[in-house]
């Protein structure tokens, strides 16, 4: 086996190899001289208008380019005004908000109640065919206009996610922004050239290749976005990793994510950049098939079994050393960082004489067989097929593609899957709960009615003593019969410039209007933050 330090020692020189492949060729915009921040993304960016898409690296020029009502605080997840100035909730199907003075679009424009009205009723015109419009009129019936800078928002139903809502799916447009010259409505009017409220001006869009963004520097002064401290930001497509990390070390990129834990912690080791971690909402977890669906001699419909399957499986030792980072066991079905995510819960070390003498108890003294389906992380599923052996239960697993498994699950064909959820960076357990406990949901091999009942009923309250309860009822109930195997949180990987100060978010959703230029580089690789 290789040793650390000579992987670094590789690392270094294939990096030095490839930069000598970009040194020469690649403009040199990037870096603090320039006060340009140049970020290197995946893939293409399809739109500038996050009303349009769900691309996750649109979503992350959109966080610098557009403006909602609220924020969320990447600090403490919770949910701020921000061209909101403050809001009553008056019941539980009204909303009042009073918009913030002095905020403007990028065209000079004032923002007002006009705007907002009509943002809100674009999104849920059915006829725009907005991302989120399907969801945001699930639970808005109406918003009106109740003065210059005031409006009401009227609900279908208590809906305790409004204002989550609000601040994720809902960028604010100019009135009248998708009106074409011919009079027609235009749903692409704000695809290549975006006049939004953010702290960034869209100055230049080459579809498929980059996003060139200055400072707005009427951006409205109170905004808990802050002013920005970066003049120029560049968000540059860069397929392919390899050449990601080259150009960093090259000094023509500043800033890349979604880096593979160890590639970042080599990279990092090296010295030619920073390696940043930190968390994100995804959790990861094995349903198994407790209401027999597939059958009902189903081994996984037998309690013990169940819970035998989880003392069985080394998930410390998954986290440490596949997964990595910040990433971390988790016993409860949903995130830990998530509202009404009950920690108090049963849990199952890891044993595998427990599991034993369970597999006994339930009448399998020398285990089973079962199918086990994934589409992705071959190598984790792999050490827990491995981990299960151990103990007398054979994994038979089956490597699909998602929508194969989607389509097999659909059909009861699937006793147990790998399951993954991001819940769209929010906080709160409803996310999570609502796709995979609700008894029409093919997700939920349990079909337990009290779970359900309980998390549809916290899905429909706005007091959160009573959603909290809720969830704790079911959470509890869920951990307990070993419904599920809970498995691990996700982390975030970033490597960046060793000029770069970037603080790091808890959900894992960027927010680069946050990062500075630093004083002086940075000399070592933290583990954590900035």
Same mark, same amino acid.
């Given at each position: 086996?290789?040793?650390?330090?000579?992987?670094?020692?590789?690392?270094?020189?294939?990096?030095?190899?490839?930069?000598?492949?970009?040194?020469?060729?690649?403009?040199?915009?990037?870096?603090?001289?320039?006060?340009?921040?140049?970020?290197?993304?995946?893939?293409?960016?399809?739109?500038?208008?996050?009303?349009?898409?769900?691309?996750?690296?649109?979503?992350?020029?959109?966080?610098?380019?557009?403006?909602?009502?609220?924020?969320?605080?990447?600090?403490?997840?919770?949910?701020?005004?921000?061209?909101?100035?403050?809001?009553?909730?008056?019941?539980?199907?009204?909303?009042?908000?009073?918009?913030?003075?002095?905020?403007?679009?990028?065209?000079?424009?004032?923002?007002?109640?006009?705007?907002?009205?009509?943002?809100?009723?674009?999104?849920?015109?059915?006829?725009?065919?907005?991302?989120?419009?399907?969801?945001?009129?699930?639970?808005?019936?109406?918003?009106?206009?109740?003065?210059?800078?005031?409006?009401?928002?009227?609900?279908?139903?208590?809906?305790?996610?409004?204002?989550?809502?609000?601040?994720?799916?809902?960028?604010?447009?100019?009135?009248?922004?998708?009106?074409?010259?011919?009079?027609?409505?235009?749903?692409?009017?704000?695809?290549?050239?975006?006049?939004?409220?953010?702290?960034?001006?869209?100055?230049?869009?080459?579809?498929?290749?980059?996003?060139?963004?200055?400072?707005?520097?009427?951006?409205?002064?109170?905004?808990?976005?802050?002013?920005?401290?970066?003049?120029?930001?560049?968000?540059?497509?860069?397929?392919?990793?390899?050449?990601?990390?080259?150009?960093?070390?090259?000094?023509?990129?500043?800033?890349?994510?979604? /880096?593979?834990?160890?590639?970042?912690?080599?990279? @990092?080791? &090296? =010295?030619?950049?920073?390696? +940043? $971690?930190?968390?994100?909402? #995804? /959790?990861?977890?094995?349903?198994?098939?407790?209401? @027999?669906? &597939? =059958?009902?001699?189903?081994? +996984? $419909?037998?309690?013990?079994? #169940?819970?035998?399957?989880?003392?069985?499986?080394?998930?410390?030792?998954?986290?440490?050393?596949?997964?990595?980072?910040?990433?971390?066991?988790?016993?409860?079905?949903?995130?830990?960082?998530?509202?009404?995510?009950?920690?108090?819960?049963?849990?199952?070390?890891?044993?595998?004489?427990?599991?034993?003498?369970?597999?006994?108890?339930?009448?399998?003294?020398?285990?089973?067989?079962?199918?086990?389906?994934?589409?992705?992380?071959?190598?984790?599923?792999?050490?827990?097929?491995?981990?299960?052996?151990?103990?007398?239960?054979?994994?038979?697993?089956?490597?699909?593609?998602?929508?194969?498994?989607?389509?097999?699950?659909?059909?009861?064909?699937?006793?147990?899957?790998?399951?993954?959820?991001?819940?769209?960076?929010?906080?709160?357990?409803?996310?999570?709960?609502?796709?995979?406990?609700?008894?029409?949901?093919?997700?939920?091999?349990?079909?337990?009615?009290?779970?359900?009942?309980?998390?549809?009923?916290?899905?429909?309250?706005?007091?959160?003593?009573?959603?909290?309860?809720?969830?704790?009822?079911?959470?509890?109930?869920?951990?307990?019969?070993?419904?599920?195997?809970?498995?691990?949180?996700?982390?975030?990987?970033?490597?960046?410039?060793?000029?770069?100060?970037?603080?790091?978010?808890?959900?894992?959703?960027?927010?680069?209007?946050?990062?500075?230029?630093?004083?002086?580089?940075?000399?070592?690789?933290?583990?954590?933050?900035?």
């Amino acid at each position: 086996m290789m040793r650390r330090g000579e992987t670094r020692r590789r690392v270094r020189a294939a990096i030095v190899a490839a930069c000598l492949t970009i040194i020469g060729v690649q403009p040199a915009f990037a870096g603090r001289a320039n006060d340009t921040l140049v970020v290197a993304i995946e893939g293409e960016i399809p739109t500038l208008d996050h009303l349009y898409t769900t691309a996750r690296d649109t979503i992350v020029v959109s966080e610098l380019t557009d403006d909602g009502l609220f924020y969320v605080d990447p600090d403490t997840l919770a949910y701020v005004p921000l061209v909101a100035e403050s809001y009553v909730q008056v019941d539980d199907k009204t909303i009042d908000v009073t918009i913030r003075p002095g905020v403007r679009f990028h065209d000079g424009s004032p923002l007002t109640a006009d705007d907002v009205v009509y943002t809100y009723n674009w999104v849920i015109d059915p006829a725009t065919n907005t991302n989120r419009g399907r969801l945001i009129a699930n639970w808005l019936g109406s918003v009106e206009r109740t003065g210059p800078m005031t409006v009401r928002f009227r609900l279908k139903h208590p809906y305790p996610l409004a204002i989550r809502d609000m601040a994720f799916s809902v960028q604010l447009r100019k009135a009248g922004s998708y009106q074409g010259a011919d009079g027609k409505p235009n749903p692409n009017a704000e695809s290549l050239s975006l006049n939004g409220a953010g702290p960034y001006k869209v100055v230049d869009f080459q579809p498929g290749k980059s996003v060139t963004l200055e400072r707005f520097d009427d951006y409205y002064a109170g905004s808990p976005k802050g002013r920005p401290a970066i003049k120029t930001m560049i968000f540059r497509t860069i397929p392919d990793l390899s050449t990601q990390q080259a150009e960093l070390v090259s000094g023509t990129v500043d800033w890349m994510y979604n /880096v593979p834990a160890d590639v970042a912690a080599n990279i @990092g080791a &090296t =010295g030619y950049a920073v390696h +940043l $971690t930190g968390p994100t909402l #995804r /959790v990861n977890f094995i349903p198994l098939d407790a209401a @027999g669906l &597939t =059958g009902a001699d189903n081994p +996984l $419909t037998k309690l013990d079994v #169940r819970r035998a399957m989880i003392h069985a499986i080394n998930r410390q030792a998954i986290v440490k050393y596949l997964v990595q980072g910040d990433a971390e066991v988790i016993d409860s079905a949903c995130h830990p960082l998530q509202f009404g995510c009950e920690q108090d819960v049963h849990k199952y070390p890891y044993d595998p004489a427990e599991a034993r003498r369970l597999l006994a108890k339930a009448g399998y003294p020398d285990g089973f067989e079962f199918e086990l389906w994934s589409y992705r992380e071959r190598q984790v599923a792999e050490a827990i097929a491995a981990d299960l052996a151990k103990v007398g239960i054979r994994a038979k697993l089956r490597f699909v593609t998602l929508t194969t498994l989607n389509q097999a699950r659909k059909k009861h064909r699937v006793p147990a899957f790998f399951a993954s959820w991001e819940s769209g960076s929010t906080a709160d357990t409803a996310t999570i709960a609502e796709t995979h406990w609700s008894l029409k949901s093919d997700r939920n091999l349990s079909n337990d009615a009290f779970v359900a009942r309980n998390m549809e009923a916290a899905a429909k309250t706005i007091d959160p003593e009573e959603r909290k309860r809720l969830y704790s009822e079911a959470l509890r109930r869920i951990a307990d019969q070993a419904y599920w195997i809970p498995l691990y949180t996700y982390s975030q990987n970033y490597l960046v410039s060793k000029d770069l100060a970037y603080p790091v978010p808890k959900d894992g959703l960027p927010r680069l209007f946050r990062a500075h230029w630093r004083t002086a580089p940075a000399k070592s690789s933290p583990a954590k933050g900035s």
